[in-house]
């Protein structure tokens, strides 16, 4: 009748048909080709498992210069930068009369020089100076702190001022920054070439200093 259902053996022809052509592409084309892609890609490991695992990485990675390296810079750094600054820092705080400084100055009318005339008049100084940046005090066995001036021509020849002390324990400070200084008087020198040396109850001991006068 018109309207009904195409006959049974046209349709089983067309699944036959079907079933045939995709099973024999389907199979033949699938399992070939994969087959050949895995073997491409093992080999392919095989060269990458060669570089991962092979010497010169080992090498790189774990070798004795990357440890030299790393141990010798950090190690030297630290060490040397930090034990350096702090013992600085120690020193600076714990200054006594051992870190002061004595020097000897000639001055004429208040002003020091290494020069003078004939008719000046010159004073030889001595001057304890704290360096530090805290202030230090100590004790000197008796009431002077400086002790003498001497003055030597180019012969040798010298003159000295004696100073007179009281044997009493003296305690002194000496500012952060600062000095403490001494003086007497010499007067007028003929021409001839000079050197002062000044002595304190100090550990730096004397102190000298060269001039002229022409």
Do not use: H, Q
């Not at 036959?16 to 024999?24: L, M």
């Amino acid at each position: 009748a018109a309207g009904g259902p195409p006959p049974a053996s046209a349709d089983s022809g067309d699944t036959a048909a079907d079933t045939a052509t995709a099973t024999a592409t389907d199979t033949d084309s699938d399992t070939d080709t994969d087959t050949g892609d895995d073997s491409g890609d093992t080999d392919s490991g095989g060269g990458d498992t060669g570089d991962d695992t092979g010497e010169p990485d080992t090498g790189d990675d774990t070798g004795v210069a990357d440890t030299g390296d790393d141990t010798g810079d950090d190690t030297g750094d630290d060490t040397g930068d930090d034990t350096g600054d702090d013992t600085g820092d120690t020193g600076t705080g714990a200054c006594t009369d051992a870190d002061l400084v004595l020097s000897a100055e000639v001055r004429s009318g208040g002003t020091a020089g290494t020069v003078f005339g004939p008719r000046d008049s010159l004073e030889m100084v001595a001057i304890a100076s704290n360096p530090c940046t805290t202030d230090v005090t100590f004790d000197t066995p008796s009431s002077c702190l400086f002790t003498s001036w001497e003055v030597a021509d180019s012969s040798g020849m010298g003159m000295g001022v004696g100073v007179a002390c009281v044997s009493v324990i003296t305690t002194w400070t000496i500012p952060a920054g600062g000095s403490v200084e001494g003086a007497e008087s010499f007067g007028t020198f003929k021409p001839d070439t000079y050197t002062l040396t000044v002595s304190a109850d100090l550990p730096a001991g004397t102190a000298s200093t060269p001039f002229e006068v022409r």
